[in-house]
């Protein structure tokens, strides 16, 4: 069954989701790990899995983020949109500076 999610996406991240998922099922087969195992590892049923391999944007993010964490790929979800490394952002709260700063006169002394 095919889901609305899919009908919106944009045809680059439809594509990779596709390599991810392609990707998740050569580190599965790299790891001698079949579908089953991956499945119970991860707490997903087989169908579900094999969803997750072809890259389905309707997976949650939660099964995603397992299957790397189960295939030793670490957390790269953490890193993913770090406010560190926004660049769009960094450059939107400097425009957003003022251009002097002026004191408050307080009470005089």
């Not at 991956?38 to 391999?53: D, P």
Request: zero cysteines; aromatic letters at 6%.
């Amino acid at each position: 069954m095919r889901s609305a999610v899919q009908d919106i996406l944009p045809a680059p991240v439809r594509r990779s989701l596709a390599k991810f998922g392609a990707d998740l099922k050569l580190a599965r087969q790299k790891r001698r790990l079949t579908v089953a195992m991956m499945a119970e590892r991860v707490g997903v049923t087989k169908v579900t899995y094999l969803r997750v391999e072809k890259g389905d944007p309707s997976v949650s993010f939660g099964t995603y983020a397992m299957t790397l964490f189960v295939l030793g790929l670490g957390m790269p979800f953490a890193e993913l949109a770090d406010r560190r490394q926004d660049e769009v952002g960094l450059l939107l709260d400097e425009q957003r500076l003022p251009r002097t700063v002026r004191l408050k006169r307080g009470p005089a002394r």
